[in-house]
């Protein structure tokens, strides 16, 4: 049975959030009409604790810095989505009484987690036990920011052996441009299915 995988239409990714992305209130009607065409959805939230370590003033830096942690490189960011905070809330023009099941993720101070699946420290956001108890194997993404949240939540669920689809025009990227596309690529190689939202809706009629 086909899902929708709302990735992250939190405040604090829309316009005057912390981190916004652009292009994220376009895709809220859209997906607003797709969400009647699935039989199950489920969505993500980015969840952290206060002095996470992917916020730059834990670390007495700048946002855009990067620290080198436990292997690699990685982005700092200003302070965003702190657990029940107004920038922590999914949207409220996003219709949400059809989710069924939120992944909570990057809720643990010492790991970030752009995967909707699992952090950095492999621990899981139950999202992948969910899927597996109700059947559901066939997954479209939407949601922000295409090369973080979106494009580490597609990877995982193809080695986790989900069907995957990802709705081009009903994703946005924090960066526009050569980031967005290498991750698009990425993704189509792994085996997701790029589609756009028409292709669903012609289907139907
Ligand atoms: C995200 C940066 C930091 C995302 C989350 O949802 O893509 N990006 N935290
Ligand atoms: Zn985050």
């Not at 003033?57 to 989505?81: A, E, N, V, Y």
């Not at 995967?115 to 899927?131: C, I, V």
């Not at 990227?173 to 997701?192: F, T, V």
Request: net charge neutral.
């Amino acid at each position: 049975m086909k899902t929708l995988v709302i990735i992250d239409m939190q405040n604090d990714f829309l316009s005057h959030g912390a981190l916004e992305v652009k292009g994220s209130e376009r895709i809220i009607p859209l997906i607003n009409q797709l969400i009647p065409l699935f039989d199950h959805v489920v969505a993500s939230q980015d969840w952290h604790p206060k002095n996470h370590v992917s916020f730059a003033k834990t670390h007495g830096k700048k946002s855009g810095d990067s620290i080198f942690l436990r292997g690699r490189w990685r982005p700092l960011w200003k302070d965003h989505c702190i657990q029940s905070s107004k920038g922590a809330k999914i949207t409220e023009s996003l219709h949400q009484e059809k989710i069924e099941f939120v992944a909570y993720k990057g809720t643990d101070k010492k790991w970030d987690s752009y995967s909707a699946f699992f952090d950095d420290g492999g621990e899981s956001t139950h999202l992948f036990e969910f899927l597996k108890k109700h059947n559901l194997f066939d997954l479209y993404f939407v949601g922000v920011a295409t090369e973080y949240c979106v494009k580490f939540s597609v990877l995982d669920a193809l080695s986790l052996g989900f069907s995957v689809f990802v709705i081009r025009d009903a994703i946005a990227a924090l960066h526009a441009g050569e980031e967005e596309k290498k991750s698009l690529d990425e993704m189509k190689k792994r085996g997701a299915k790029l589609i756009e939202s028409k292709d669903l809706f012609s289907r139907r009629s």
